[in-house]
């Protein structure tokens, strides 16, 4: 079949180098504008404290955005992100505060609840990278699958109601421990994710391979990549990313919650888009999902500062999302 | 799909094989295995055939074919719909607030407000539905996107509509007469729902639209150089399935009794699950809606024995996501097994 | 009537003399991202008249005939019908007006009959309904008249591809038809069906309609053709009556080089055998019993029309299809079962897909990731999993220059090369591992000559160095002219292994009509009384 067959086929998309480098300058021109107009109605979004709030609160998106991004990347999905970290959540509090009752040593206390929280979402992973690549099942349909299993197993084991009491080491761990003096500890564990995931993309095969899987699976399949193998592994790596998400976010409330995951699958999907990564798979980074979680962070932030219903926001998370996977259509040069 | 054929020129491979599959694809493995629960579970389920249960899950299962019908129409075009949930719960709720609000000024046209709630109800899910058609049919952005993103937007209405708290004051006829009446012995939403179920039969087996779906989800490419409106026929279908979860939306409306935000949360996944378990292929171009009906049916049977096992709803929940993942990848194994030429 | 432009006098008045002229295209051109599809391209057609466009591919003929279908408008040149100018033609209305295109790529929904994709898109029936008797009987009417073994009934999806083909032709004659564009049609018929296909030919030329016939088969087409237009490059080179020009001047015209030059002599030296397949069959049966052997330093070809199994069988060899029974032995080693790719790069086997873009290259990345995708694994790219990116730079560079990449740029994205750089870039990635077996998957399809001598001059390179290279092509020139050993593959078998004098045309084709299919019978039959 020659190029020219191919490009018959094509849908001649517009994107080329001027555009990407456009749109990509785009979000934080954006960002910065939304900060001032919203600044002029309610001078308090740019004071020092609510900027520290949105460092923190980005914090977490920027692991669940990574967690979304490992999977979309290689053109999958994962529906099941809210979810898991609702499972999870309950059954690390439980554990903890179960090991806590019993009068176990704090440090053991806080390991469990650390080895249940990722075990969970390894499990999570291994469930749905399993499906996905060695039966080749839509991964959309899968984690569609797993969401409901996690959210039944969310609303079992609490009962319905939150797990409270989860114990201070372990918060102090993870979310108000005074680790670098003026830095917030979600803050910095966000940048070492973000620092190691950097270099995991850029510097390891297993990252390369995600790119080109991503890209073209049947290509990297012929070049004798193991795709099965990474596509499973990518799934587990992004099961964990939103394991400890969810653990970080559990030392923040101080205890284990069924419905913490909330709109967490669909702002995840949203920052990681907005901030570059492709529906399509095969581009993305660790920037992108910053900048993507930074304005995600800051528009609900501006919204609860211009106290706008909680409900309106839900219908803007939507109309964002619709506006996102326009944006990323322009912006695919797939040929 | 451009496939990639080859000439074999050779023998047919084992005709014993090949001829149990051809029975398998004929009538699938659903009918059989419908029967096979019924005669379990009536043999092992206290209650199970029971005239009050058998009407119980008949008017239940009937909500969910008219949804999985639905569903299974933008299957068939190679999308898929993950706003049905969403819309039936608008529709809930516009469609009591309309009702509900013209009670006042209406009192003695109940006919009127009826029309007038239906009409509300109906409007949403044409709106979303040609929110969702139009953005996959000429934006060509991915259908679970569009489909999530208008699931929130409706979700967020609903809520913000009615503030989470449900909506009473339905006419009386609307809601004794239609929701939870009894037409010759059998629940109002059965003959709704086989109303419907017909409807789509002639549409798949006797008009250009029902040829058209398979065309557009089996082989675009050769759809549009056929000359066959694709972007017409890819909105039509996406209207026609959030229709179709706004009816299904009102009858349940009606039987509740009231218009709710809340309503059934899993209703998406189970329309999913009807319509794979029923043969739908994911990949477009296979659907037949005679089997989706007894999906539906088959998922409800399945609930029902499981309430009346009281089993736990939040476990429930876990077994469907567990039967949904199953039943896909049944399917992925199967189509392995026949390959296209 | 017919507007002339000033450039083509003479010839426009020649046409204005014949009322006949069915189709006249003038300076064509046309442009695709990367790529100029159609270069000023003159192009007529008179009624009942058989024009043969001749060309490799990717020289244009696609482009050209998917403009006169309506498939795209062409960015410049004039394109009349029947003394009408067409603009911004669209293949509902071509169709209409009695233009019928049946292309190599089928435009058929699987999951549909064969009744069904007839009619797509002009059903028969009133507001909305379908009239299932009336489509019935056209189509049953149809087929007849063409006399093919195919049913109303059969699902698409479950026939051959020479039965799916018969649907696609039988479509173009649902409606009037005044100008016939077959693409390439006897790709998979038996000489029977072949002959069935002449014979409607010759019946349509007679009533009066045009029809383009694109094919490179030279033998065949110069039986009934009546003028040849040949396209290099997407240019047009020159249009001759048939009779006037014999085989090898074609091909001159079509490559632009005269034949020894177009194809460099190869010094063949066989050696050991590095690749041994004996009496494999595939699990879908795309090819049954079927043996040969590659040995270093020769070049082992493998010919045969488009669906006959040698892409199939050289896939399987690499791991990409499965094989039911039989052995696969690289060197003195016997593979199991299921032979896995990154198995065979271990073991120094290579190969090169024939679809570049879908199987190939990771259009979106740059030229550097794809030439070092397969070696990922090597110490000159990686220490243990962690890339060593400035070692990755120097050795793809390294192979880039040694392959003449234009531009020889690493960092470019490889979905804006042309067709000749991204087969560098593919072939790249042999270099960048130690490769003794070669397996070459339609390696010149859609790409420039100049490209092509290249890649013809790796292969000799490669040769004279000891790697034994497995050729699989549809292009009898170029597997005729560079393999030392010739194996012809023919409806999933292997039929024959040629060497020496006996690697030539005609042997070739003999070997194509040996096996006949039990219903061939009836069909010789017809075709007995039809012509």
């Not at chain 2, 739908?280 to 477009?284: C, Y």
């Given at each position: 079949m020659s190029d020219v067959d191919v490009a018959l086929r094509a849908r001649e998309t517009p994107a080329g180098g001027l555009w990407r480098s456009l749109l990509a300058v785009l979000l934080p021109i954006l960002i910065v504008a939304m900060e001032l107009g919203v600044y002029f109605i309610e001078p308090r979004v740019l004071s020092a404290g609510n900027l520290r709030n949105i460092l923190i609160q980005s914090s977490y998106l920027v692991l669940f955005a990574s967690a979304q991004m490992v999977v979309i990347l290689t053109r999958g999905f994962d529906l099941s992100l809210g979810a898991s970290v609702s499972a999870i959540s309950v059954a690390s509090a439980l554990v903890m505060t179960g090991l806590d009752a019993g009068d176990a040593a704090p440090w053991i206390v806080v390991a469990a609840g650390l080895v249940t929280g990722l075990g969970f979402g390894f499990l999570v992973g291994l469930f749905n990278g399993g499906f996905i690549s060695w039966l080749g099942i839509n991964p959309f349909v899968v984690t569609l699958g797993s969401l409901n299993i996690c959210l039944g197993l969310a609303t079992t084991m609490s009962g319905g109601r939150p797990v409270f009491n989860v114990p201070d080491p372990f918060s102090s761990l993870l979310y108000n421990g005074k680790l670098i003096p003026g830095v917030p500890v979600p803050v910095m564990l966000a940048a070492a994710v973000c620092i190691l995931l950097y270099f995991l993309l850029d510097h390891t095969v297993f990252g390369r391979a995600l790119y080109l899987i991503g890209n073209n699976p049947r290509a990297a399949l012929l070049a004798g990549l193991p795709s099965r193998r990474y596509l499973l592994v990518a799934y587990i790596l992004g099961a964990l990313l939103a394991a400890f998400g969810a653990l970080m976010l559990t030392a923040r409330t101080g205890s284990g919650e069924p419905n913490l995951g909330g709109s967490l699958m669909l702002e995840s999907i949203a920052a990681a888009v907005i901030g570059g990564?492709?529906?399509?798979?095969g581009v993305g980074g660790v920037i992108p999902v910053i900048l993507g979680s930074l304005f995600i962070t800051m528009m609900s932030n501006a919204m609860n500062l211009l106290r706008i219903d909680g409900y309106i926001q839900q219908i803007l998370l939507g109309v964002i999302i619709i506006a996102a996977i326009f944006l990323d259509r322009i912006r695919s040069t797939r040929a | 799909m451009t496939a990639r054929s080859t000439d074999h020129g050779g023998a047919a491979p084992n005709v014993a094989l090949d001829r149990f599959y051809r029975l398998y694809g004929a009538i699938g493995f659903l009918p059989i295995m419908l029967v096979v629960l019924i005669v379990l579970f009536a043999i092992f389920v206290p209650h199970f055939l029971v005239l009050p249960n058998v009407l119980n899950v008949l008017r239940s299962s009937s909500y969910l074919v008219i949804l999985a019908v639905g569903q299974m129409l933008v299957l068939m075009v190679g999308g898929f719909d993950l706003s049905v949930g969403a819309v039936v719960a608008l529709t809930s709720v516009s469609s009591a607030l309309v009702m509900a609000g013209l009670k006042g000024q209406m009192a003695d046209q109940p006919a009127l407000i009826i029309l007038a709630g239906v009409l509300a109800g109906l409007g949403c899910g044409f709106l979303v539905g040609l929110v969702n058609g139009l953005c996959v049919a000429f934006l060509s952005v991915s259908p679970f996107m569009v489909s999530l993103g208008t699931a929130s937007i409706a979700t967020g209405s609903a809520l913000l509509l009615t503030n989470g708290i449900p909506v009473y004051g339905m006419p009386v006829g609307y809601v004794d007469g239609f929701g939870r009446g009894l037409w010759f012995k059998l629940p109002s939403a059965v003959y709704l729902a086989i109303a419907i179920v017909a409807v789509v039969f002639v549409l798949q087996n006797f008009t250009r639209m029902g040829r058209y779906i398979v065309a557009i989800g089996g082989n675009l490419q050769a759809a549009i150089v056929s000359g066959v409106p694709t972007r017409f026929y890819l909105v039509a279908t996406y209207v026609l399935c959030s229709v179709f979860a706004s009816i299904s939306g009102l009858a349940l409306t009606a039987q509740i009794g009231s218009g709710q935000a809340a309503i059934n949360s899993q209703l998406t996944l189970e329309s999913i699950a009807a319509a794979v378990i029923a043969g739908?292929?994911?990949?477009?171009g296979v659907g037949k809606v005679e089997m989706v009906a007894l999906g539906a049916l088959f998922l409800l049977i399945l609930t029902n024995a499981m309430d009346l096992l009281t089993i736990d709803p939040r476990i429930q929940t876990i077994f469907l996501g567990i039967i949904v993942v199953l039943a896909v990848a049944l399917d992925e194994l199967s189509t392995r097994r026949t390959r296209r030429v | 009537m017919v507007e002339s432009s000033l450039a083509e006098t003479p010839r426009a008045a020649q046409a204005a003399a014949r009322e006949d002229l069915l189709l006249e295209m003038t300076r064509i051109s046309k442009r695709f991202p990367g790529v100029l599809?159609?270069?000023d391209v003159d192009f007529d057609l008179r009624a009942g008249e058989v024009h043969v466009l001749f060309g490799e591919n990717g020289a244009g003929k696609s482009t050209l005939i998917n403009i006169i279908a309506g498939a795209f408008a062409p960015d410049a040149g004039e394109f009349k019908f029947r003394g009408r100018s067409l603009v911004r033609l669209k293949p509902h209305a071509a169709r209409m007006m009695g233009i019928s295109p049946v292309f190599q790529e089928f435009s058929l929904v699987p999951e549909l009959t064969v009744e069904e994709n007839l009619f797509?898109?002009?059903?028969?029936?009133a507001g909305g309904f379908l009239n299932h008797a009336a489509m019935r009987a056209k189509a049953r009417s149809v087929i007849g008249e063409l006399g093919f073994d195919i049913l109303p009934d059969q699902k698409v999806g479950a026939l051959s591809r020479a039965h799916q083909q018969m649907v696609e032709i039988a479509k173009a004659f649902l409606t009037e038809v005044r100008l016939l564009i077959l693409d390439e049609p006897t790709a998979s018929l038996t000489e029977a069906e072949t002959q069935n296909l002449f014979a409607l030919v010759g019946r349509l030329k007679s009533a009066g309609v045009g029809i383009i016939y694109v094919s490179h088969r030279i033998q065949e087409f110069q039986k009934i053709g009546d003028r040849i237009t040949v396209l290099r490059d997407g240019r047009k080179i020159a249009t001759v009556k048939?009779?006037?020009?014999s085989e090898s001047e074609l091909v001159e015209l079509m490559t632009g080089r005269k034949v020894g030059v177009l194809f460099p002599s190869i010094d063949h030296r066989p050696a050991a055998k590095l690749l041994e397949v004996e009496d494999v069959t595939l699990s879908d049966r795309s090819a049954r019993n079927v043996s040969f052997y590659a040995r270093a330093g020769e070049i082992t070809g493998i010919a045969g029309l488009v669906g006959c199994g040698k892409s199939e069988i050289v896939r399987a060899v690499y791991g990409l299809e499965a094989i039911a029974s039989g052995t696969v032995r690289i060197g003195d080693e016997e593979m199991a079962a299921r032979p896995t790719p990154i198995d065979m790069l271990r073991r120094g086997v290579c190969y090169f897909p024939s679809d570049r873009v879908a199987e190939g290259l990771a259009l979106g990345r740059p030229v550097r990731e794809n030439a070092s995708m397969a070696a990922l694994d090597l110490p000159t790219f990686s220490q243990a999993s962690i890339l060593r990116r400035a070692s990755e730079r120097r050795a793809i560079q390294g192979i880039v220059d040694k392959l003449k990449l234009r531009p020889p740029q690493i960092e470019r994205t490889v979905a804006k090369l042309s067709g000749g750089n991204r087969q560098k870039v593919l072939l790249a990635r042999g270099m960048t591992r130690d490769i003794s077996v070669f397996l070459f998957d339609e390696p010149t399809v859609g790409i420039d000559v100049g490209a092509k001598i290249e890649v013809y001059e790796l292969m000799k390179s490669l040769v004279a160095e000891g790697a034994a290279i497995v050729l699989v092509s549809s292009e009898l020139p170029e597997v005729m002219n560079l393999s030392n050993r010739l194996y012809v593959m023919h409806r999933s078998q292997m039929v024959a292994e040629l060497s020496g004098a006996d690697i030539n045309e005609a042997e070739i084709f003999s070997h194509f009509f040996r096996e006949k299919r039990p219903e061939d019978g009836l069909a010789a039959a017809r075709s007995a009384m039809a012509t």
């Open positions: 990564v492709s529906l399509q798979g | 739908v292929s994911l990949k477009g | 599809a159609l270069d797509l898109g002009r059903e028969l029936g048939s009779g006037d020009v």
